[in-house]
Every structure is written in C-alpha cells, then in structure tokens.
C-alpha cells in the first residue's frame, strides 16, 4: 500500500517550519565552541569553568522540558515555542552584556529556557502526531535544523569575534533567532492535524498498522517498566558524548596546533555530515530495523573519537568530525520514534521530558568531566578516548531496549 500522502496534507510544511526553528534554537550551541576561549580569557577562567555553561544549559532543558510535556502533549504548542524564542532573545543579550562570571550563569539560565520552550522536545511531540506511515523522515527534517545552522554559525560567529568581539558576536546570534524564530512558529506551525481539519498522514484510514502499547496512564506506569529505564539511559549517554566533547573540540585543536579559523571549520564539516545523517537515519529506520541502523551509527560515532585521541591532526579532525556529524545527526530522530512506537504518540512529550531529567546527570555532567579529564592529565586526548567507551556503553543498553510494546497478557518488564 502506497505511503504517500494526500494533496493538501500540511504535515511536511510543518515539518520543515519546526525544523528552522530547530536551527534557531539547539542549533545556536554550534556557536559554543568558538566562543569558549575568548570568553575565558576576558574573564581569566579556565575553559572548563566556561564549559559550565553547557551543564547549565543541559539542566535547564531537562528541568523545563519535564514541566512543559504535559502542555505540549495537549497541543499548546505555538504559543510555548513563540514565548521560549522572546526569552531565548532576550538571554542572549543579556549574555552579551555580562562584565562578571555569575552574569554568564544568570544569562545561560534565560537563555536555556526559552531554547528549551522551542527546542526538540515539542518539535518532536508534534511531529509523531502529524505522521505516523513516514515517521522517521519527518523526525529527521525537523531534527536537521541544528545541522544546517552548523554550517555557518560556527565560522560566521568566529569571524564576528574576530571581527568585533565575542559580544557581538552572541549579539547576532540573539536578533538571528527571533527574526527568524518568531515568523515561521506564527505563520507555519500547528501543534495538532485536528487544528486545520487534518488527520495523522492526512488519511481517514492509517496506511501501516502501528501496535498498541499497553496503557500508561501516569509517570509511575512508565517508571516500573525495564524498557523506559534502558531507553533513557542509553539515549541519555549518547548525547552525554557531544554535549561533553563537542564543546572543547576547538580548544582541543587549538592546544594542537591548529587556527582558530581552522578549527572551527571541522565544526561545520561535522555539521554537513550531521545533516546528512539525521536525512539519511530518518529514511533507513522507515525501511529498516530502527535499532540496526542506530547500532551501525553508534560505531561510527565511537570509531571517530578514538581516532581523533589517538592522531590529533587537522586531516583527522576533519575525518573524525565526518563521523561524529553522522552519529549525533543520525541518532537526533531515533530517540522519539523509538517513544513513540513504545508508548504510544499521544504521550512522547511527556515520556521525553522524564526521560530528559533522568538522563539529566550524565548530560550535565559531561561537559564538566570532559574539562576535569584535561586539568587533571593536561591534554583532551583521554577524554575523547573515553567518549567512545561511553557509546559502547550506550549501544549495551539500547540493546535490552524491546522497541515494540507488549502484547496484552505479555510482561511488560
């Protein structure tokens, strides 16, 4: 039976609009890296101590994000993702204009929010209730976003330092995302199909039958269940791995002898393979077992920081930073299909947001252990060596995970 769907369907305009705003909100932290050095030495801090920023970031998404899934899960969509771009605008100004170290972390903290009331966790609920036939094609567009804006944000925020300072450099960044934040969430996004008369796929009928998972009715269901706690954790040490090193990966070039210019541009080279995997992960797991095509990119992924460790070069960068861009991009639209087809599309906010605030330690953490590694040992190269442990790890968890819901009269633990 054939998948595609019908004229008039608005799912994949809708698609495309949450995946510029994606581009606009995750897809600013591109622009960290660059930003780490500068910001230290005007504040005579240690990179790490900078890094912290991406812990609180990292809390602030899983704090709000637990908050808001229930909102989101009842459609309050637009008005949520309008409100979290004004916030993220007005963070990241007030970033830009911090003379003391508590003003970054204060200005983190708004910006954390409003990115978080815009970010992946509604884009992603909205997405599974628009589609089901085409699901994981939908989940990459909007999840690409990021990617794209990794082609020039990181090389347009380093020439804007070089240019006039790291200020206006974030400055920029905060006019970009409301200008272009604020239209397409007014104009282009619509939480539920049922708002313009739709239905999931646009079809009276489903073109593909999706099992039924067992009845969830609160957060304590899911909790007592052996699959939500693998998932979780093993989508929370995925992410722990570019949260972590992500952020020191220009340092990490720089102490190797690489310009800042230079070092920025593996950035955007992981960037355009990111790209590339979210739309190619997004088409594989509509075709193939999802969790085979998540294996095959976790090695890739791990593969590339062990090589990086051990042959720190410019050349390697560029080829590791190939391989990182396919794991993080590839994996960004795994994780809310895999919600989706376990616990049902009506919940994936909700189940997301939980999940979010238990992977919370190993993503907060990351940033600030990755910098503990190369204070203690002097150099990034253990640290990057042990990121490919911890996706060997992840992998491990991801394989108890029992992706299809249980039958009725089946254990669900």
Same mark, same amino acid.
């Given at each position: 039976?054939?998948?595609?769907?019908?004229?008039?369907?608005?799912?994949? +305009?809708?698609?495309?609009?949450?995946?510029a705003?994606?581009?606009?909100?995750?897809?600013?932290?591109?622009?960290?890296?660059?930003?780490?050095?500068?910001?230290? +030495?005007?504040? !005579?801090?240690?990179?790490?101590?900078?890094?912290?920023?991406?812990?609180?970031?990292?809390?602030?998404?899983?704090?709000?994000?637990?908050?808001?899934?229930?909102?989101? $899960?009842?459609?309050?969509?637009?008005?949520?993702?309008?409100? @979290?771009?004004?916030?993220?605008?007005?963070?990241? #100004?007030?970033?830009?204009?911090?003379?003391?170290?508590?003003?970054?972390?204060?200005?983190?903290?708004?910006?954390?929010?409003?990115?978080?009331? #815009?970010?992946?966790?509604?884009?992603?609920?909205?997405?599974? /209730?628009?589609?089901?036939?085409?699901?994981?094609?939908?989940?990459?567009?909007?999840?690409?976003?990021?990617?794209? %804006?990794?082609?020039?944000?990181?090389?347009?925020?380093?020439?804007?330092?070089? %240019?006039?300072?790291?200020?206006?450099?974030?400055?920029?960044?905060g006019?970009? %995302? *409301?200008?272009?934040?604020?239209? *397409?969430?007014?104009?282009?996004?619509?939480?539920r199909?049922?708002?313009?008369?739709?239905?999931? $796929?646009?079809?009276?009928? /489903?073109?593909?039958?999706?099992?039924?998972?067992?009845?969830?009715?609160?957060?304590? $269901?899911?909790? +007592?269940?052996? $699959?939500?706690?693998?998932?979780a954790?093993?989508?929370?040490?995925?992410?722990? *791995?570019?949260?972590?090193?992500?952020l020191?990966?220009?340092?990490?070039?720089?102490?190797?002898?690489?310009?800042?210019?230079r070092?920025?541009?593996?950035?955007?080279v992981?960037?355009?393979? =990111?790209?590339?995997?979210?739309?190619?992960?997004?088409?594989?797991?509509?075709?193939?077992?999802?969790?085979?095509?998540?294996?095959?990119?976790?090695?890739?992924?791990?593969?590339?920081?062990?090589?990086?460790?051990?042959?720190?070069?410019?050349?390697?960068?560029?080829?590791?930073?190939?391989?990182?861009?396919l =794991?993080? @991009?590839?994996?960004?639209?795994?994780?809310?299909?895999?919600?989706g +087809?376990?616990?049902?599309?009506?919940?994936?906010?909700?189940?997301?947001?939980?999940?979010?605030?238990?992977?919370?330690?190993?993503?907060?953490?990351?940033?600030?252990?990755? =910098?503990?590694v190369?204070?203690?040992?002097?150099? #990034?190269?253990?640290?990057?060596l042990?990121?490919?442990?911890?996706? !060997?790890?992840?992998?491990?968890?991801i394989?108890?995970?029992?992706?299809?819901?249980?039958?009725?009269?089946?254990?669900?633990?």
């Amino acid at each position: 039976m054939s998948t595609a769907n019908p004229p008039g369907f608005s799912g994949w +305009r809708v698609a495309f609009a949450l995946s510029a705003t994606q581009a606009c909100g995750v897809g600013l932290l591109q622009a960290y890296s660059p930003l780490v050095n500068p910001i230290a +030495r005007e504040f !005579a801090m240690e990179p790490g101590e900078v890094g912290a920023g991406m812990s609180i970031l990292i809390v602030m998404l899983a704090l709000v994000g637990v908050t808001i899934g229930p909102a989101v $899960d009842r459609g309050w969509v637009k008005s949520l993702m309008a409100g @979290g771009v004004v916030l993220a605008g007005i963070g990241l #100004y007030g970033f830009s204009l911090a003379v003391e170290s508590w003003q970054l972390a204060a200005g983190m903290v708004v910006i954390s929010v409003g990115i978080a009331l #815009y970010g992946p966790l509604p884009a992603n609920a909205t997405i599974v /209730r628009w589609f089901l036939a085409r699901r994981g094609t939908a989940l990459a567009i909007s999840a690409a976003g990021p990617a794209v %804006a990794g082609f020039g944000i990181p090389l347009a925020v380093a020439w804007a330092i070089d %240019a006039d300072g790291w200020r206006s450099a974030i400055q920029m960044l905060g006019f970009g %995302a *409301v200008a272009i934040g604020l239209p *397409v969430i007014g104009f282009a996004v619509v939480g539920r199909p049922e708002a313009l008369g739709q239905t999931q $796929d646009g079809r009276p009928a /489903r073109p593909v039958e999706e099992s039924v998972p067992l009845p969830a009715a609160s957060a304590g $269901d899911w909790l +007592r269940e052996a $699959d939500f706690w693998w998932l979780a954790i093993g989508i929370g040490l995925i992410f722990a *791995v570019p949260v972590g090193m992500g952020l020191y990966l220009v340092p990490f070039l720089e102490e190797a002898g690489v310009s800042p210019q230079r070092a920025a541009l593996s950035i955007s080279v992981a960037a355009v393979f =990111g790209f590339i995997g979210t739309l190619g992960s997004g088409a594989l797991v509509d075709r193939f077992p999802p969790k085979l095509v998540l294996f095959v990119l976790l090695g890739l992924f791990g593969a590339s920081y062990a090589a990086l460790a051990s042959w720190p070069t410019f050349n390697v960068a560029l080829i590791a930073a190939a391989g990182m861009g396919l =794991g993080t @991009g590839g994996a960004a639209p795994i994780h809310p299909l895999f919600v989706g +087809r376990r616990f049902g599309p009506e919940v994936v906010a909700s189940v997301m947001g939980i999940q979010g605030l238990i992977g919370l330690p190993l993503l907060a953490g990351a940033p600030l252990i990755a =910098g503990a590694v190369r204070s203690v040992t002097g150099e #990034y190269g253990p640290a990057f060596l042990g990121a490919a442990g911890v996706l !060997a790890l992840a992998a491990l968890c991801i394989g108890r995970f029992r992706l299809d819901p249980p039958r009725r009269g089946e254990p669900s633990a």
